[in-house]
């Protein structure tokens, strides 16, 4: 935080000061002196506070704070009065001072003031970053992941800032001696977090200066490092580039490997291996050539249409509750060779498996055991991660083997029947306990409150606070703010 002090009298300044600096020593303070000077000083710095006099020669505090007012609208000050003042001290409030003090102020006052700038500011960084990040295409910060540091730099629009990733406790560390550089902390996905912390733009040119550009910023800085981690080398790292020829590239990828989507998909249901296996390769060569987040929706898509597509050949309608399953499936493989050896293993095996069952028709007609325990598990589990891969696990058959009896007994796939289910825990959950709906939303699986939202209206005709309120239950604090959106 900057703080400047006006006064005529240098021993009243150099007080305050004094004081400010016991009080906060690793805050910027100024003797901005007064009258003219003290204009100049202060426009040059654009300080967070300002602490002024009333009864000045050259310019009086009132005029003074006209201009500041003027100029600056979100800067604070504080006017400094004497008892005889009290006149003074009002009109300056009317004038836009947000407090006064009486002379001499002692430490306390000093720092209660501090203390409700510091508070306001907090605030105000907090409406202003909700409102970019509502505005945000990709916002990959959440307000709960942030600590706040020195949020003056926040307003501080002419301050280049950087972002430097790494563990939080240790980067915090090295800045020990200096904790007014760093404005916040986060943590955005996994494996990432970091500090956004004021900077030299010649030792980091990669930065920003003014409020509106710090999401932008850190989301593509973001990307560029889930890349990299993601693939694990330095090959894909210009991936994140957003030029006209990388966006190109990245549009003729997506077209390619929607078309051996299809293929493969084609291949799969029709059990012929070595197609399938070449049209994979293919595929995989394009996704690198896509940013990550399209990457994940293009597996996800080609895992939602094989789960449809293997129970149900004739006709293959990806639901939006089948591709939101595999799209948190892939979105849980941390690195490129780990995603691409689930889908191999995935697919491949499970053609062969539907070839055996076809092959021997009689192994499918012999499952109702292991069906009826992967059943039970589902009506009787709680886990949130219970999912195809760790039921078929459990009843020992293959996951798609467990997915096309679901399709034959039950009329449905096993990723809607498990969605159902949590849903229904969810409406137990919600007319038994006072857990807050965001409590519900992660204990069941959704880590996503608006799509858990949409779900459980989908299905039930009620949002969960419309639910509750229909079952004469009072609404919790975010059912208010469901309430309102």
Known sequence: MKICVVDDEREVRMSIIQKLSLLYPHEEIFDAGFGHRALETIALIQPDLVFLDIRMPEMDGLDILDRLKSDSPSM????????????????????????????PADRGEIKEIVEKVKR??????????????????????RYEHLELFNISLWFNE???KTVLFGSVSE??????RMPGHIMFAFAAAPRIEGIVVKAEMDQYPAGFRDKA???????????????RLFFGTAASAGAADDSPARAGDRKEAGKKANKLRSLIVAHAVNGQIESL???????FEQLKRLDLPELRRECAHLMAALDEGLVKPDVIVVEEETFHYWLAWVSKHPTWEELTASIRKLVVSG?????????RPEEEGAARSWFEQAVKLLETSTDPNLSLESVAEAVNVHPVTLSRMFKQQMGVTFVKYLTGRKLKHAQELLLTTNKRINDISEEIGYGDYRYFRSLFKKEFGYSPSEFRRRNGIAAGPDEAEEAGM
């Open 120 to 141: 306001k500011q907090r605030d105000e960084f907090r409406r202003e970053f909700e409102f970019f990040s509502s505005k945000a295409p990709e916002a990959p910060l």
């Open 213 to 227: 550009s710090c999401l932008p910023f850190l989301t593509a800085e973001i990307k560029k490092l889930e890349r």
């Open 76 to 103: 604070h000050v504080v006017i400094i009065s004497g008892y005889d003042d009290f006149e003074y001290a009002r009109k300056a409030l009317q004038y836009g001072a947000m407090d006064y003090l009486l002379k």
């Open 171 to 176: 980067r915090i560390a090295e800045f020990e």
């Open 351 to 359: 053609v062969h498996a539907l070839k055996r069952l076809e092959a």
């Open 277 to 283: 296996e070449e049209a994979l390769r293919q595929w």
């Open 158 to 160: 002419r301050q280049w």
